[in-house]
């Protein structure tokens, strides 16, 4: 008998410890909270480790553990530990990844939960980014526009009109710019597009594209129209009849382009704002580089973002608790610690005022100006959006850019094929 009540005794306590291990509690009543960051430059893991250690000196009840994920397979790696009831609580993510796990139920709704001054801080265009349906399921805070960033000593010699975000070049004008910036043995821009589909959407929408149509049934379909085949039309037109595009990079990603940038090959790259730390770590010396304003197009410089978020699992037991750390973590003077660990720009307007990220050294003052033009990415909130992706129009405006398809191929395969995908999301 005494074997017995030993028995069922270690058992009460195995329990006991499973139940309060598994709630993010502990024996003395402290809160253990997971954070997935997906940050990976050193400046930035720095600045995200610190504010972790920062709020752990300061709130002993709730300690937040730092877990380290990675962009490159964040959306399985998220979608096997729902289902299988192990999400971190607090979770760092991009906004067009988010449109699944809003609809699956499972990220919490945090329009009751956010700090008052964090919702007031964020534009609501930046807002909507993050809005499915009625809820709210990420807090977006880092962003970054597409410029062009440029071989300075090279503008200077064409003798072309270096643009402004106040006077920015048209698409046409842009054109132009890259065939008379082209010579022997150099491309006037390189399009580094081995993700052809978020550059092209994001960039459109300053021609006024849109692609992607949600009827009055709440049902969205793609069509390709007039204001969307700018963008592409530009490119196509540069790689295969000026060539004054280099066809090379196509399938290469933004990195790939540096090497050739710094030897001459390429006046010019379009590259994600971030991409200015890795020209300023690894330009050679005496090397001159600048940051262009994208084009604009009937929509002025606007262009669709997909800024990256924090959300909080919808099973996480401690959705008040993650709020106030995200809160913490999101507060204008730490925003622009983690804005300039990253290269990126901050959502938050009081952020966006800080002098470090106004300067036009390393071209800061280009972004913050474009700040106030970037809006939700086309894509945002449309559910099927990676599988249409991956399997339709990725490898449809690979082959267009290329030259391998025209016009009206590319136009068939968006509108028909990807009809096809998207309406089984939307039975």
């Known amino acids: 008998m005494r074997a017995k009540a030993a028995l069922l005794l270690a058992l ?18 402290r809160i253990t909270l997971r954070f997935q960051s997906l940050a990976w430059q050193k400046e ?25 994920g990675s962009w490159d397979s964040v959306h399985d790696q998220l979608l096997t530990s729902f289902e299988g009831g192990e999400a971190p609580d607090i979770i760092h993510d991009a906004s067009d990844d988010l449109a699944d796990f809003a609809y699956g139920g499972y990220l919490a709704d945090l329009t ?9 801080d964020i534009p609501d265009r930046t807002w909507e980014t993050v809005t499915f349906g009625d809820g709210i399921y990420g807090v977006p805070f880092l962003q970054e526009p597409r410029v062009l960033i440029a071989d300075a000593k090279l503008l200077r010699r064409s003798g072309v009109r270096i643009p402004t975000p106040e006077r920015p070049w048209s698409w046409a004008e842009f054109r132009r710019v890259t065939k008379a910036l082209s010579g022997p043995g150099r491309y006037g821009v390189a399009w580094p597009l081995k993700e052809p589909v978020s550059a092209t959407l994001n960039l459109s929408l300053s021609a006024g594209g849109r692609l992607f149509h949600r009827g009055p049934d709440g049902k969205v379909t793609v069509r390709f129209e007039a204001a969307d085949e700018v963008v592409p039309r530009t490119v196509h037109d540069q790689v295969t009849t000026d060539r004054s595009a280099a066809r090379s990079t196509l399938g290469s ?11 001459g090959k390429y006046a010019m790259v379009p590259l994600g704002f971030s991409y200015r730390q890795q020209v300023e770590q690894q330009a050679p010396e005496g090397f001159e580089w600048r940051v262009l304003p994208a084009p604009a197009g009937a929509a002025g410089l606007d262009q669709g973002v997909s800024p990256q978020t924090l959300s909080i699992a919808a099973d996480s037991p401690h959705q008040r608790e993650a709020a106030a750390f995200i809160g913490f973590l999101l507060r204008p003077e730490n925003m622009v610690q983690l804005a300039l660990g990253d290269w990126m720009l901050p959502t938050g307007t009081e952020a966006l005022r800080h002098p470090a990220l106004r300067t036009e050294e390393r071209g800061w003052s ?8 970037l809006r939700s990415a086309p894509a945002q909130a449309v559910r099927g959006y990676p599988e249409w992706k991956d399997k339709v129009a990725t490898p449809a405006f690979q082959e267009y850019y290329s030259g391998a398809i025209g016009l009206g191929e590319l136009r068939r395969r968006l509108e028909e094929d990807g009809n096809l995908v998207l309406a089984r999301y939307q039975r």
Request: aromatic share 6%.
């Open 12 to 29: 009460a306590l195995l329990l006991t410890t499973a139940c309060t291990g598994g709630d993010g509690g502990s024996g003395d009543g």
């Open 44 to 68: 930035s893991v720095e600045a995200n480790r610190e504010l972790v250690a920062e709020w752990n000196a300061t709130h002993p009840d709730v300690r937040v553990e730092y877990v380290q």
């Open 112 to 120: 009751e939960l956010l700090p008052a001054r964090l919702r007031s």
């Open 253 to 263: 990603g933004g990195s790939d382009t540096l090497p050739g940038f710094f030897a």
């Open 366 to 373: 280009v972004g913050t100006a474009l700040a106030g033009h």
